[in-house]
């Protein structure tokens, strides 16, 4: 059956009204007649089965039944992006809700190429947000999860926000390391060899997490943290690991990992 989505607020005394984006798909792109049976999820636990009514510029049905999905990660990840440059956000949004990311928060830092106006930031959250609700109805996901405005990094981290565990990727330099040792998960190092590592993932990880439990994940751009940063977030809580001898790009750094996190404490089996 096919699987729309549609905001709560939107569901009224059975009837479901679909936006205006979602009439366009159902009408014009598939093609879909009144009698037709199609799920719709609110993007907060509920999958709806609806029988379409009205099919034309705005598309209304009727509610046949409502289940909880049992989709949803039991672990509740965040991850903190730095934007790296060119539609790469789109990407990793993608990926990671289809890896069961909780929220995803876009940073911004010391090496963030991309500037834009307040505007033009909350803009792209749009779009951002658009691309996390395909993917959510794409992998069947009946949760979308929210995509911030980006914001300073330090301005995050002074929300202090609760976490069971934090991670900041960072490939550790050795004690005289290229460059006084400044380096990133998240880069590529142009021909140069890969930095010394300090701790590594698994190393870093506890044996168990609750049910439920928080981890908020903080990956840097594609010029790296600067070592000022790292220390922001470690006094923030946050453990620094590196993933071993390669070093990930940015947006391949926050899926690789976040698969690790749920195979180890979610619902990748």
């Known amino acids: 059956m096919r699987r729309f989505t549609i905001a709560p607020d939107r569901i009224h005394d059975g009837r479901v009204l679909f936006d205006r984006d979602e009439s366009r798909h159902l009408a014009r792109v598939l093609r879909l007649k009144a009698g037709d049976t199609v799920i ?11 029988r379409l009514e009205d099919v034309g510029e705005t598309v209304t049905g009727t509610v046949l039944g409502v289940a909880r999905t049992d989709a949803e990660s039991p672990l509740r990840a965040t991850l903190i992006q730095s934007v790296p440059k060119g539609d790469k956000m789109e990407a990793i949004v993608r990926a990671a809700t289809e890896l069961g990311v909780a929220r995803i928060v876009p940073v911004t830092t010391e090496r963030t190429v991309v500037t834009l106006e307040p505007s033009r930031w909350r803009e792209r959250a749009r779009r951002w947000q658009r691309v996390a609700k395909e993917a959510a109805k794409q992998c069947g996901r009946a949760v979308i999860p929210p995509v911030d405005v980006a914001r300073p990094l330090a301005e995050f981290l002074a929300l202090d926000e609760p976490a069971d565990l934090r991670l900041c990727l960072w490939p550790r330099a050795a004690a005289q390391g290229e460059g006084g040792g400044e380096a990133a ?15 590594t993932l698994t190393q870093s990880l506890p044996p168990t997490l609750p049910v439920g439990a928080h981890v908020h994940l903080l990956i840097g751009p594609e010029g790296g ?14 453990r620094v690991v590196g993933v071993g001898p390669r070093i990930l790009r940015s947006e391949t750094a926050g899926p690789a990992i976040l698969a690790v996190l749920q195979s180890r404490f979610g619902g990748l089996q």
Request: cysteine-free.
């Open 185 to 199: 998960a998240a880069q590529g190092q142009g021909g140069g060899q890969a930095l010394p590592f300090g701790t």
């Open 40 to 50: 719709a999820a609110d993007g907060a636990g509920r999958d709806f089965t609806v």
């Open 225 to 238: 943290l600067s070592r000022r940063e790292v220390e922001t977030a470690e006094a923030h809580g946050f």
